[in-house]
Nanobody
Framework: QVQLVESGGGLVQAGGSLRLSCAAS????????MGWFRQAPGKGREFVAAISWSGGITSYADSVKGRFTISRDNAKNTVYLQMNSLNPEDTAVYYCAKDRVFRRLAGTTSNEKEYDDWGQGTQVTVSS
């Protein structure tokens, strides 16, 4: 099991930026796709972005495409989510998660059922 710890959340004004980090324990981090999900108050958890184990393939939810960027540093066992042009609709708890499939051939997946290790989440609040 991989331990995931998110950081970087906080309160920001609309139009601002935040960078989330997710530090992973374990030696096999670099072999797994990593994803970011979020859950707003009263809503279900939704996919935000994912990055393949090699870092060469990324995918995004339509709602964040062009504003958010996912990246990873396998040497540091860390995945990042750069969030720009934030708006109040981005307010949520953000979670990082590890894919259950070793070196997924398809690159990424947006299906949360395909992720088996989750962090505790970090709160992002965007004020208008």
């Amino acid at each position: 099991q991989v331990q995931l710890v998110e950081s970087g959340g906080g309160l920001v004004q609309a139009g601002g930026s935040l960078r989330l980090s997710c530090a992973a324990s374990g030696r096999t981090f670099s072999a797994y796709t990593m994803g970011w999900f979020r859950q707003a108050p009263g809503k279900g958890r939704e996919f935000v972005a994912a990055i393949s184990w090699s870092g060469g393939i990324t995918s995004y939810a339509d709602s964040v495409k062009g504003r958010f960027t996912i990246s990873r540093d396998n040497a540091k066992n860390t995945v990042y989510l750069q969030m720009n042009s934030l708006n109040p609709e981005d307010t949520a708890v953000y979670y990082c998660a590890k894919d259950r499939v070793f070196r997924r051939l398809a690159g990424t997946t947006s299906n949360e059922k395909e992720y088996d290790d989750w962090g505790q989440g970090t709160q992002v609040t965007v004020s208008s």
